[in-house]
Each structure stands twice: as structure tokens, then as C-alpha cells.
């Protein structure tokens, strides 16, 4: 089935450092990836919608100087938590919808990484 | 605007039990409802799907039927079993093409055997 591969799994960093986050389209090319960000105990809230090759698209309130969104790919995109403090310790959750459909991939479903667990120290 | 309120967890079950995980929206226009669940380590995966009112979605024992009248999507199954023990997201888009999803907290749920 579709894969959606997000490394690293954990990271460990201290406090003003950045750190860089790989999302990966492993067995197809996709349209539009989306990084979301989850609180312990909450929903996963979108930060913002990365298309191949224009500038990623934030929500309202994230700060996107500091959180930097490169799809260089039609299969990877990254984020960049910049400049991190502790307040950014979080679960970061990426997602794809394929280009195109065809055998277990369907068009309209958005396919998820297992996450990312920043700790910032 | 948009929002998905799910029930909160965890829930504790015992095999063989049945189960149900609440969950309620608010949205403008046309909605199509997801339930996804994420296993221990994985990333989310679709459980489910509705794209209309009445519709009801099912797999692998799960499902659940999108109510517009009381605006809920309550997952449900007859008899749960251990592999079943994971978080379960309550998710929904506003029907526009590859849009952004809306989640509930998810619930995690806990199968004894």
C-alpha cells in the first residue's frame, strides 16, 4: 500500500538549534502534502499545504519564518522548525494525497507519516 | 467553521466486546466524514469513509453512518479484538478537491483479551 515515510521518528535538540524533518512519498509522486502539528491530548491541527514547487500555504497563526516548508519534489517534502525552544516540543505529522490513482492508491485519500517527536531541551 | 468533537478516551474494552466512539461536527457546505487509526509506532490510516448524508462506511468490521440530522459519524463494532487497540481519529473535509482535514482529539482504545 501507499507509504508516507517521516524521519526522524524522535529528535532530541537543544533550545535554539533547528531542526529538519523529512517527508516521503515512498511508492508514489505526490500533489499536495500537508504538515500537521499534535498536543498531547489534542487533534492534529494543520500547519500548512505544501505543493511541489510554489510556496507552501500556512494557517492562520503559524509562523512560517519559523516553521520552513520545502517541497523540492513530487516525493519530498521538509520542515524546518528554525531557531527551536521548548515551547515547540511537539508531535509533527505529515500527509500526502498521490497524483494519481491506481492499484491500493486512491486519489482522494490523504496517506500519513507515523510522526515526528521533537523534545527541545 | 468547521470542527470535529469525538469522544474522549481512553476507553478500556474487554474481546468480544461491542464498541462505540462518538463523534459530532460542525461544518459548512457538503462534508465527507473519515474515521482514521493510527497503530502503535504507524502512521494514520483510513479506516473508513462517507461522502453523504445516509451513507454508511465499513471495513474490517468497523462502521459508521453519516447522520446529517444529528450531524454525527459514530464508529461502531459488533466485537472487538486485541489487534483493535489503537487511537481512532474522527476526521472530515469540506468536499473540496485534496482539502485539508479537520480531526477530533482521537481516542485510544484498549482491547483485553
Known amino acids: 500500500g501507499a507509504v508516507v515515510s517521516q524521519h526522524p521518528s524522535r529528535v532530541i535538540c537543544k533550545s535554539g538549534t533547528s531542526v529538519k524533518i523529512e517527508c516521503r512519498s515512498l511508492d508514489f509522486q505526490a500533489t499536495t502534502m500537508f504538515w500537521y502539528r499534535q498536543f498531547p491530548k489534542q487533534s492534529l491541527m494543520l500547519m500548512a499545504t505544501s505543493n511541489e514547487g510554489s510556496k507552501a500555504t500556512y494557517e492562520q497563526g503559524v509562523e512560517k519564518d519559523k516553521f520552513l516548508i520545502n517541497h523540492a519534489s513530487l516525493t519530498l517534502s521538509t520542515l524546518t522548525v528554525t531557531s527551536a525552544h521548548p515551547e515547540d516540543s511537539s508531535f509533527y505529522i505529515c500527509?500526502?494525497?498521490?497524483?494519481?490513482?491506481?492499484?491500493?492508491?486512491?486519489?482522494?485519500?490523504?496517506?500519513f507519516g507515523a510522526g515526528t517527536r521533537l523534545s527541545v531541551l | 467553521g468547521n470542527s470535529v468533537t469525538q469522544m474522549e478516551g481512553p476507553v478500556t474494552l474487554s474481546e468480544e466486546a461491542f464498541l462505540t466512539i462518538n463523534c459530532t461536527y460542525t461544518a459548512t457546505g457538503y462534508p465527507s466524514l473519515f474515521w482514521y487509526v493510527q497503530y502503535p509506532g504507524e502512521g494514520l490510516q483510513l479506516l473508513l469513509k462517507?461522502?453523504?448524508?445516509?451513507d454508511k462506511g465499513s471495513n474490517k468490521g468497523f462502521e459508521a453512518t453519516y447522520r446529517k440530522e444529528t450531524t454525527s459519524f459514530h464508529l461502531e463494532k459488533g466485537s472487538v479484538q486485541v489487534s483493535d487497540s489503537a487511537v481512532y481519529f474522527c476526521a472530515l473535509d469540506r468536499g473540496s478537491t485534496l482539502g485539508r482535514l479537520y480531526f477530533g482529539r482521537g481516542t485510544q482504545l484498549t482491547v483485553w483479551p
Open positions: 500527509s500526502a494525497y498521490p497524483r494519481t490513482s491506481g492499484g491500493e492508491l486512491a486519489k482522494n485519500i490523504q496517506y
Open positions: 462517507a461522502t453523504k448524508a445516509d
